[in-house]
Nanobody
Framework: VQLQASGGGLVQAGDSLRLSCAAS????????IGWFRQAPGKEREFVAA????????RYGDSVKGRFAISRGNAENQVYLLMNSLKPEDTAIYYC???????????????????WGQGTQVTVSS
């Protein structure tokens, strides 16, 4: 499956932004979809994940209470709503997906087989 992340941009601190991840397949059914981010000079960081079938979600500690991952309007779309953005949220955001990830590994990038190209989010102070 091919993934396309979109919706990034330049915003001010405190603003909101919604990212979208679209799959080339008709549906995300059976997949876990994750968002990760990577800032210059830093390791890839887990942001959020959703299991499509159960809608179960989990979040990285740095975004809990501010970001929300959800199923999109289409069967092959996932959103990441980012509220109260901070300059430290500046990064390239990647969506990833896989059918065989167990709950304990959802926060790790290696188990995900499919990755989008990334979308830049820049938050100015």
């Amino acid at each position: 499956v091919q993934l396309q992340a979109s919706g990034g941009g330049l915003v001010q601190a405190g603003d909101s932004l919604r990212l979208s991840c679209a799959a080339s397949e008709r549906t995300f059914s059976g997949y876990v979809i994750g968002w990760f981010r990577q800032a210059p000079g830093k390791e890839r960081e887990f942001v959020a994940a959703i299991k499509w079938s159960s809608r179960h979600t989990r979040y990285g500690d740095s975004v809990k209470g501010r970001f929300a991952i959800s199923r999109g309007n289409a069967e092959n779309q996932v959103y990441l709503l980012m509220n109260s953005l901070k300059p430290e949220d500046t990064a390239i955001y990647y969506c990833a997906a896989d059918r065989h990830i167990i709950t304990s590994t959802q926060t790790m990038p290696d188990p995900y087989d499919y990755w989008g190209q990334g979308t830049q989010v820049t938050v100015s102070s």
